[in-house]
């Protein structure tokens, strides 16, 4: 890559995020050495914002409460470009302190009452005002004077959330007619608030580039960092593809793994990003070394396992690391030790990680306009759990699968998972491409509302799909007394086609919600009866013609919500109908791999290369929290669609014995501790 700009040839990142205290106790020799032993081409420096880490000359721009006349930003700057380093400017923009409100308090975001939004001490700053648009630019265009970052990026840059709503003179006079009085997705207004609340969020990402570009030159970019699930971009009001198609790099602020997911989630996140700007575009991950997570705690360490395997999802999705600390001192140093391995792995392979094309036959499609107007207030249940569901499981059934955001042909069967908002347009797409031989699983509420969120009198999808919705909706839930519970529901197989794996049953536990609609029903749904006292738990009514499943020809409409369910509780029988779905439909896999465990599978084409990526999943299952050791697993067989007559194994080493028969290699893989990654030649 030499010669190449630095956003396309910087792959190992190192941020020491600052505090306001390191002024007095930053020991650069020591961070030199750690941006050493780490093998990282890249630097990211704390300079202003919120905290300015060196002099600066506006008055309201405020210090470090530590720095005095020191200039540690640009002495840092200084010690990177000796190590041969990238380096870019950190801000943190979106709030000031009270001597700067209390200037020009015009600049910042009020509520309908006309006070001022608040973050603890700090105001919150309206991205419509002066703040943006005057101070910060200054402060960019200060910051590239005096050292010629590379580039800059930006925290916390998008300003107030989705659920906030500000009404300062800046808005009114930017919205063009009377602001919401509230969040109400019921009102139009607030609907078209939220549009516009994303193109002000663009428009700050424009303005910035072209002060950087302008000041700096063609290359100094201004780089917003952004979140990596679709559900929090909604909630910052970062549209996710108009940001893409800005980004020559993308600067990924998605620490850690959640509660509610898995470190899968890291992959699908790569692979979904790659799906809009392009697998040329490089995608460096903020992965903290402190203990982040429920609860975190800034200053301690986060277990090794558990950062590592975060880190190794994202390299099988297309990742780039980038280790993060919360200030240059710390008691607790056992954060210092994770990345040196992680990184050095990463810099001995990293021909194998980049410049390489994914392989898939399956894709998922996602929507962030249907988390907005179809999630409205619960995006979580409504549109990523369905989606989250998909996820894990064709990670569970080994299936390669791809993100997307628009209909391609590419794909041999597409699902679309609850995707209530689709427009008239994306519907006609989708018909195109089952008639042009494509195959399409569609579940839930799929196409019942418009691009605004309004409902249809039926899915626009239904003559496609085989079905006519009965505009009812069966809920099932829990009150969490075995008195009063009503999710007791099955679903029975009336069609076998289907019940791979399900031998020596006819019935399928449900407990879950269900789209009321007509059609021939592959599944049925048996209605809920009373689970407690056990002499009442027999089936009133065990046959309906109530479907859950219709089967078409090239199609599948599924009723019942068990992409949602198999999100939040992984019942195994969930996850192998959704799985068969995709095997019907699919047809021969790029993939197969047979052996006890879970991994998760990604299949790369580099030129005549192929690479696998294999990660194993069966890590501390039976406990909830950080990941403290690794479970190794194995032996597994590999066999993948490739021409080839060499393998070899990037984390067990050497070179694997293959297999050739009629266009697939097999390889033998003995132990996968945390990952493997194959090499077919």
Same mark, same amino acid.
């Given at each position: 890559?030499?010669?190449?700009?630095?956003?396309?040839?910087?792959?190992?990142?190192? @941020?020491?995020?600052?505090?306001?205290?390191?002024?007095?106790?930053?020991?650069?020799?020591?961070?030199?050495?750690?941006?050493?032993?780490?093998?990282? @081409?890249?630097?990211?420096? +704390?300079?202003?914002?919120?905290?300015?880490?060196?002099?600066?000359?506006?008055?309201?721009?405020?210090?470090?409460?530590?720095?005095?006349?020191?200039?540690?930003?640009?002495?840092?700057?200084?010690?990177?470009?000796?190590?041969?380093?990238?380096?870019?400017?950190?801000?943190?923009?979106?709030?000031?302190?009270?001597?700067?409100?209390?200037?020009?308090?015009?600049?910042?975001?009020?509520?309908?009452?006309?006070?001022? #939004?608040?973050? /603890? *001490?700090?105001?919150?700053?309206?991205?419509?005002?002066?703040?943006?648009?005057?101070?910060?630019?200054?402060?960019?265009?200060?910051?590239?004077?005096?050292?010629?970052?590379?580039?800059?990026?930006?925290?916390?840059?998008?300003?107030? /959330?989705?659920?906030?709503?500000?009404?300062?003179?800046?808005?009114?006079?930017?919205?063009?007619? =009377?602001?919401?009085?509230?969040?109400?997705?019921?009102?139009?207004?607030?609907?078209?608030?939220?549009?516009?609340?994303?193109?002000?969020?663009?428009?700050?990402?424009?303005?910035?580039?072209?002060?950087?570009?302008?000041?700096?030159?063609?290359?100094?970019?201004?780089?917003?960092? +952004?979140?990596?699930?679709?559900?929090?971009?909604?909630?910052?009001?970062?549209?996710?593809?108009?940001?893409?198609?800005?980004?020559?790099?993308?600067?990924?602020?998605?620490?850690?793994?959640?509660?509610?997911?898995?470190?899968?989630?890291?992959?699908?996140?790569?692979?979904?990003?790659?799906?809009?700007?392009?697998?040329?575009?490089?995608?460096?991950?903020?992965?903290?070394?402190?203990?982040?997570?429920?609860?975190?705690?800034?200053?301690?360490?986060?277990?090794?396992?558990?950062?590592?395997?975060?880190?190794?999802?994202?390299?099988?999705?297309?990742? @780039?690391?980038?280790?993060?600390?919360?200030?240059?001192?710390?008691?607790?140093?056992?954060?210092?030790?994770?990345?040196?391995?992680?990184?050095?792995?990463?810099?001995?392979?990293?021909?194998?990680?980049?410049?390489?094309?994914?392989?898939?036959?399956?894709?998922?499609?996602?929507?962030?306009?249907?988390?907005?107007?179809?999630? =409205?207030?619960?995006?979580?249940?409504?549109?990523?759990?369905?989606?989250?569901?998909?996820?894990?499981?064709?990670?569970?059934?080994?299936?390669?699968?791809?993100?997307?955001?628009?209909?391609?042909?590419?794909?041999?069967?597409?699902?679309?998972?609850?995707?209530?908002?689709?427009?008239?347009?994306?519907?006609?797409?989708? =018909?195109?491409?089952?008639?042009?031989?494509?195959?399409?699983?569609?579940?839930?509420?799929?196409?019942? #509302?418009?691009?605004?969120?309004?409902?249809?009198?039926?899915?626009?999808?239904?003559?496609?799909?085989?079905?006519?919705?009965? /505009?009812?909706?069966?809920?099932?839930?829990?009150?969490?007394?075995?008195?009063?519970?009503?999710?007791?529901?099955?679903?029975?197989?009336?069609?076998?086609?289907?019940?791979?794996?399900? *031998?020596?049953?006819?019935?399928?536990?449900? /407990?879950?919600?269900?789209?009321?609609?007509?059609?021939?029903?592959?599944?049925?749904? %048996?209605?809920?009866?009373?689970?407690?006292?056990?002499? =009442?738990?027999?089936?009133?009514?065990?046959?309906?013609?109530?479907?859950?499943?219709?089967?078409?020809?090239?199609?599948?409409?599924?009723?019942?919500?068990?992409?949602?369910?198999?999100?939040?509780?992984?019942?195994?029988?969930?996850?192998?109908?959704?799985?068969?779905?995709?095997?019907?439909?699919?047809?021969?896999?790029?993939?197969?791999?047979?052996?006890?465990?879970?991994?998760?599978?990604?299949? #790369?084409?580099?030129?005549?290369?192929?690479? %696998?990526?294999?990660?194993?999943?069966?890590?501390?299952?039976?406990?909830?929290?950080?990941?403290?050791?690794?479970?190794?697993?194995?032996?597994?067989?590999?066999?993948?669609?490739?021409?080839?007559?060499?393998?070899?194994?990037?984390?067990?080493?050497?070179?694997?014995?293959?297999?050739?028969?009629?266009?697939?290699?097999?390889?033998?893989?003995?132990?996968?501790?945390?990952?493997?990654?194959?090499?077919?030649?």
């Amino acid at each position: 890559m030499t010669g190449a700009p630095w956003y396309r040839r910087t792959l190992r990142w190192a @941020q020491t995020n600052l505090t306001e205290k390191d002024p007095a106790r930053y020991d650069a020799d020591w961070w030199r050495g750690q941006w050493r032993r780490t093998r990282v @081409q890249g630097a990211i420096v +704390n300079a202003g914002g919120i905290v300015a880490y060196y002099p600066s000359k506006f008055p309201l721009h405020h210090r470090a409460e530590f720095l005095g006349e020191r200039d540690l930003y640009g002495e840092i700057v200084e010690a990177a470009r000796a190590e041969g380093l990238t380096v870019l400017a950190r801000m943190d923009s979106n709030r000031a302190h009270q001597p700067l409100y209390d200037a020009h308090p015009d600049w910042f975001a009020v509520d309908a009452s006309g006070a001022p #939004y608040r973050a /603890g *001490d700090l105001y919150v700053a309206c991205v419509t005002g002066p703040y943006y648009r005057d101070f910060l630019t200054g402060v960019l265009e200060e910051i590239i004077e005096r050292t010629t970052p590379d580039g800059i990026t930006d925290n916390s840059w998008s300003g107030l /959330g989705r659920d906030s709503i500000c009404h300062c003179a800046n808005c009114r006079e930017s919205f063009g007619e =009377k602001l919401p009085a509230a969040v109400d997705w019921e009102d139009a207004a607030y609907r078209r608030w939220i549009r516009w609340s994303y193109e002000r969020r663009l428009a700050v990402w424009d303005l910035n580039n072209s002060v950087t570009q302008r000041a700096g030159g063609p290359d100094c970019l201004w780089i917003g960092m +952004n979140g990596g699930e679709v559900v929090a971009q909604s909630k910052r009001l970062r549209d996710d593809a108009a940001i893409c198609a800005r980004a020559p790099i993308f600067f990924l602020d998605s620490q850690w793994r959640h509660d509610e997911s898995g470190f899968q989630a890291n992959a699908d996140t790569g692979k979904r990003l790659h799906g809009m700007l392009g697998w040329e575009t490089l995608i460096p991950e903020s992965t903290a070394m402190y203990d982040a997570g429920t609860p975190t705690f800034r200053l301690g360490s986060k277990p090794e396992p558990e950062a590592r395997m975060w880190a190794l999802e994202g390299f099988a999705g297309g990742i @780039q690391p980038w280790w993060h600390h919360i200030g240059s001192v710390h008691e607790d140093r056992r954060q210092y030790g994770t990345a040196e391995a992680l990184f050095g792995w990463h810099a001995a392979h990293e021909q194998y990680l980049v410049d390489r094309v994914p392989v898939a036959t399956v894709g998922l499609l996602w929507s962030q306009r249907s988390v907005d107007f179809h999630g =409205k207030d619960d995006p979580e249940t409504v549109s990523q759990l369905p989606y989250r569901g998909w996820v894990d499981a064709l990670v569970r059934a080994r299936i390669p699968y791809l993100p997307t955001a628009s209909v391609d042909s590419s794909f041999s069967v597409l699902v679309v998972p609850n995707v209530g908002v689709l427009s008239d347009a994306e519907c006609a797409d989708l =018909k195109e491409y089952v008639a042009g031989g494509g195959s399409l699983i569609v579940t839930g509420e799929s196409s019942l #509302y418009d691009e605004w969120g309004d409902r249809r009198d039926d899915f626009a999808l239904g003559s496609l799909l085989g079905v006519r919705h009965s /505009g009812e909706r069966q809920v099932g839930g829990s009150s969490g007394s075995w008195e009063t519970y009503d999710s007791h529901s099955y679903l029975r197989i009336e069609d076998r086609s289907v019940a791979d794996g399900f *031998d020596g049953t006819d019935l399928l536990p449900f /407990g879950g919600a269900l789209e009321v609609v007509q059609g021939d029903g592959a599944l049925t749904l %048996v209605p809920p009866f009373p689970i407690y006292p056990p002499e =009442k738990s027999w089936m009133a009514e065990p046959q309906t013609d109530v479907p859950a499943l219709v089967l078409g020809e090239r199609t599948a409409y599924l009723a019942a919500d068990l992409d949602r369910l198999y999100a939040r509780y992984h019942h195994p029988d969930h996850g192998r109908l959704l799985a068969n779905l995709v095997r019907r439909f699919a047809g021969e896999l790029p993939l197969r791999v047979s052996g006890a465990g879970v991994l998760d599978c990604q299949v #790369y084409r580099q030129g005549s290369r192929t690479v %696998v990526h294999l990660v194993n999943l069966d890590q501390g299952g039976a406990w909830r929290g950080r990941l403290e050791e690794f479970t190794p697993a194995g032996p597994f067989t590999v066999s993948v669609r490739a021409d080839g007559s060499r393998a070899s194994l990037l984390v067990g080493g050497g070179e694997a014995a293959v297999t050739p028969e009629d266009g697939w290699i097999t390889v033998e893989v003995d132990r996968i501790t945390d990952h493997e990654v194959l090499v077919v030649e």
